[in-house]
């Protein structure tokens, strides 16, 4: 087997779990945000939204970027000094924890002043009772962490993907029975994270995977901030592309718009679910050819993996983007279908992210993480200063094309230095025509302007699409011989007869 079947074969296996644990995060999560916004008012589910953005911003500073460093160092540690394990892990949970409790004491002092500038009152109580989630949220995602610095993900799948949505969930559904208050929808979510935090705390002492101990090690705790900061910086630029339109549409607009913003934005970030389950395992993967030298190998696997992420994703965005009033009204209700425009714009933005692969990523691997820094900071100034121009004369609209756009400029600046710095990009002949066929037929869909009543009309549309798309992708002879190879790898796992599929792809190789 050559070693690019061999890395990709790897990444599918161990993509499984996490795209697993992914999908049931986003679609409980999903599902939450859906109950919230059908049973209260446009401006509450605003207002949540809102609390969740700044308790969000509250935790990348909270956490000064161990989310991202805590897996390489325990990693580290491990390898060069294991007696200094217990010391950093230690450490960085007692720094995660001391901060996380001042900047909750800030939030919860200053919420007067944070809800004046979104120039609404009912902010105060709501940020009030999120903030003590902080805590237990910033300890949730070090200890993941840790853990993934153990070679582990299944704490971070178990844990922050999958029991933290269903208890919200569960509470959720719950206050609606009941027909709480829309305060108790906050109480829920304090209350989701510490149950979380308990069960994952449990769950570490159980198998002893490390001791929880409160100790502060200063020359490791400096060591280790000195490490994150630029990863921090890095975290607070990816927030502002993420949040940046909700905070702005909160302060040029109201509540109201930010709610129904926010039933077309969280369903257009469904369209990356492949792209980011794909990121957990092919790091480590494309870090090893690279050592070795292998960079042909490892453009060669950012090739195949990207056309793959690709060909998984369209069903999700051809749904959006040539039904949007449809999607939203399954999914939120009628009040919220002005938003489907939205939804396009943002849609394209997150595709375009998607179809050009892990670009930034593969930086890191390079060893160029400054050059994702600085194609960020492009991203979030273009962000800021169309949102800006933009929202006030066409509002929601208007912070969907600053988001879209901020997330095409940085991905050029990825794609472009990847290229530079080791000629890699995704685009195989076998990738480009797949990309011509689907561009075609999605225009020539969208130009008869079809329009359904719901989403159970646009399926048989979708269906057809997705057949015909097929056909032309196995005409055009798109298939790859690593395609055939990695199916023959999943026949074997799951133990299946895909007999009749590998004659059709053979014949189209």
Known sequence: MSEVNHALQRIARGTGIVFAGTIISMFFGFLSRALIARYFSVGEYGVFNLALTVLSIALVVATLGFQNSLPREVAYYREREPS???????????????????????????????SQIFKDERLVYALRIIVFALPFWALIAVITSISRGFGRVREQVYFQNIVYPTVFLVLVVLGAVLSFSFTYVFFAYVTAQILTLLALTFDIWKIKLFEFKILLNLRLGRELILFSLPLLFVGILDFVMTWADTLMLGYFKSSEVVGIYNAASPLARLIPVFLGSAAVVYSPIATSLYAQGKVR???????????????????????MFLFPEATVKFFFGEKYVSSAPVLQILALGFMFHTFL?????SLVVIGQPKLNMIGDTFAVISNVVLNILLIPKYGMVGAGVATAVSYFVA????????????????????YVKPLIISFFLLGLIQSLHLKVPNIWYAIPVLLVFLIVYGFLVLLSRSVDREDVELLLAIEKRLGVDLGKMKKILRKFV
């Open 357 to 361: 692969g892990l670009n930034g990523l």
């Open 411 to 430: 991905n050029v600046f990825r794609s472009i230095w990847l290229y530079q710095r080791v000629g890699i990009h995704p685009f195989s002949w076998n």
């Open 297 to 319: 190998e490892m453009g060669r696997v950012y090739q195949i993996l990207t056309k793959w992420i690709f060909l998984l994703t369209l069903p999700i965005f051809s749904v």
């Open 84 to 114: 200094r394990v217990r010391n950093l892990i230690s450490t960085a949970l007692t720094i995660a924890l001391l901060n996380s409790l001042i900047w909750a004491i800030i939030l919860f002092l200053e919420a007067e002043s944070i």
